[in-house]
């Protein structure tokens, strides 16, 4: 089992940068497929990004892609989700999550339901 927890949002003027973290506690974190995903207020969670357990392989939303780069530190059991040209569409509650029931795919870990365990969040709001 893994606890996560995600920090690092804030209210950030658009064009702005954000580096969010995802401390992880528990055994075996560098054996887990991690992941982001983001909810705004009304809407379903949607996928931003997903890194494999050796950070060798990473997968973006279309929505994200060339602005967000996703990194993880297995020293410090963290995964990390920079922001950049962040735009008022960015505007979400940001949640880390993390599984290892399968091998990782760039494919197979874009849907929530793939994941196993998920932190509380993180609030971003981007002003125009």
């Known amino acids: 089992q893994v606890q996560l927890v995600e920090s690092g949002g804030g209210l950030v003027q658009a064009g702005g940068s954000l580096r969010l973290s995802c401390a992880a506690s528990?055994?075996?974190?560098?054996?887990?497929?991690m992941g982001w995903f983001r909810q705004a207020p009304g809407k379903e969670r949607e996928f931003v990004a997903t890194i494999s357990w050796s950070g060798g392989s990473t997968s973006y939303a279309d929505i994200v892609k060339g602005r967000c780069t996703i990194s993880r530190d297995n020293a410090k059991n963290t995964v990390y989700l920079q922001m950049n040209s962040l735009g008022p569409e960015d505007t979400a509650v940001y949640y880390c999550a993390a599984d290892r029931r399968r091998p990782y795919s760039t494919t197979g870990y874009t849907a929530a339901q793939m994941y196993e365990y998920w932190g509380q969040g993180t609030q971003v709001t981007v002003s125009s």
């Open positions: 528990g055994r075996a974190f560098s054996t887990y497929t």
